[in-house]
Structures are given as structure tokens and as C-alpha cells.
């Protein structure tokens, strides 16, 4: 009797145990960031929206895709991240936005965002005038952006002589 419960044991484990690494196998699994970035984490989202415009996705996705790029960096964008805010004005989003966004994050203090305004008033890009003086006053707010600022948003400043 004990050989036959073992038997039947074994008959329907192995079967169940090779269904189950199968579906495991076969499931679509998330990586931790975009998780975190459903929940609604500010950096997680920026990161997934990085991920979906590199070549590789740095492991977080599998297909990179500049639609799903600008809706993850829109979502952080609209929670205040200022690198959400400069990296999607580079992708295929109108003029208005792409100001928009630029002006949200200079306002914030990112100098990328700054310069980019600068460059815009400067050669008329992204449907704003061209504008010399316009540009000369946003020249001097990127001035303004302290060196203790830029470091903490990533810049690498040489060493002053």
C-alpha cells in the first residue's frame, strides 16, 4: 500500500512541479524599478523612462520605446522631477509642451533646463522668438545657478585654478 501512495505521489508531483516552472518560465515578469514606478516612486519613474529610450533598457525593459519613454517621464515631470523634465523636451513632444516643461524645470533650478531656454530665445528653436535680449537674461540665471547646486544635480565642475 505504501509503494502505491508513493507512486502516485510522485506520478502527480512531477507533473504538477514541470506545469509550474513552465508557467514561471513563460510569465512576463516586471522588473523592481517598473514596480516601484506603478506605485508611483518619482525616480523609478524617470529611470523607466530612461530605460525605454537606451538601446538595452539597462535591464529594466525589454523593447525600448519612445511612446512609453515620454509617458513614464511626462508622470515624473508632472511630480516635479527636474530631469524628467529636460530629458523628455529632447523627445517628439509639441513646441508648447517642450517650453513648458523647460520653463517648469528652470524654474526648479535645473541648468539644463536654463540653457536650453537660453538656446531657444537665442536661434528662435522650439516655435520661441528669437530673442537676443530674452536669451541674454537666461544666460544669466544659468550664471547664477551656484556650483554646489550644479554638483547636486550631477555636473562635474573642474577644479578652479
Not at 522588473?31 to 538601446?55: C, F, N, R, S
Not at 509639441?94 to 540653457?115: H, Q
Request: charged share 25%; glycine share 10%.
Amino acid at each position: 500500500m505504501k509503494r502505491i501512495l508513493v507512486a502516485v505521489v510522485a506520478l502527480t508531483s512531477i507533473p504538477l512541479l514541470t506545469l509550474s516552472l513552465v508557467w514561471y518560465w513563460f510569465t512576463p515578469h516586471k522588473h523592481p524599478t517598473v514596480k516601484l514606478a506603478e506605485k508611483g516612486d518619482v525616480q523609478a519613474m524617470y529611470l523607466v523612462g530612461v530605460a525605454y529610450i537606451t538601446a538595452r533598457g539597462g535591464g529594466i525593459i525589454q523593447h525600448p520605446n519612445v511612446a512609453d519613454s515620454i509617458f513614464w517621464l511626462r508622470k515624473a515631470s508632472e511630480k516635479g522631477h527636474r530631469g524628467a523634465m529636460w530629458t523628455i523636451s529632447g523627445l517628439g513632444i509639441p513646441d508648447e509642451e517642450k517650453v513648458m516643461w523647460l520653463k517648469k524645470g528652470a524654474e526648479l533650478g535645473s541648468k539644463a533646463c536654463l540653457i536650453e531656454l537660453r538656446n531657444g530665445y537665442e536661434h528662435g528653436m522650439y516655435g520661441l522668438p528669437r530673442d537676443p535680449l530674452l536669451a541674454a537674461e537666461w544666460q544669466k540665471k544659468v550664471r547664477a545657478v551656484s556650483e554646489d547646486e550644479l554638483r547636486r544635480q550631477g555636473y562635474v565642475i573642474p577644479p578652479s585654478k
